[in-house]
């Protein structure tokens, strides 16, 4: 059922609610369910590595502002432009140049 509630909720992008009423579940439940299984995955860096993805040269930056409980954040992404691979992903408290910096400096490293 973990794997239901995690599919419901991002191949149909069914909020908790939904997810909760379609398994008999609360939602809060579904979410600790879904939680766990994304804490349990490997990061783009890990990934990164088992892979060894060849990158075209050129990378993309860009910034979102997302709410987290009300609280304004900046999701941080860079992509690869040949092959759309993410390298990372990054959220900050805003998307300003301390931001930026810790991106360029994970990339670096």
Not at 27 to 54: H, M, Q, Y
Not at 77 to 98: C, F, G, K, Y
């Amino acid at each position: 059922m973990h794997y239901q509630a995690a599919k419901l909720y991002f191949t149909e992008e069914s909020p908790y609610r939904a997810v909760g009423r379609k398994l008999g579940i609360t939602p809060l439940t579904a979410f600790r369910w879904i939680d766990k299984l994304g804490r349990n995955c490997r990061s783009l860096e890990e990934v990164a590595k088992e892979l060894k993805p060849r990158w075209g040269g050129y990378l993309l930056a860009d910034g979102k502002a997302i709410f987290i409980r009300g609280k304004e954040y900046a999701l941080l992404l860079t992509a690869d432009v040949q092959t759309q691979d993410i390298p990372i992903a990054h959220l900050a408290m805003s998307e300003n140049r301390e931001g930026w910096e810790s991106v360029s400096i994970y990339l670096r490293d």
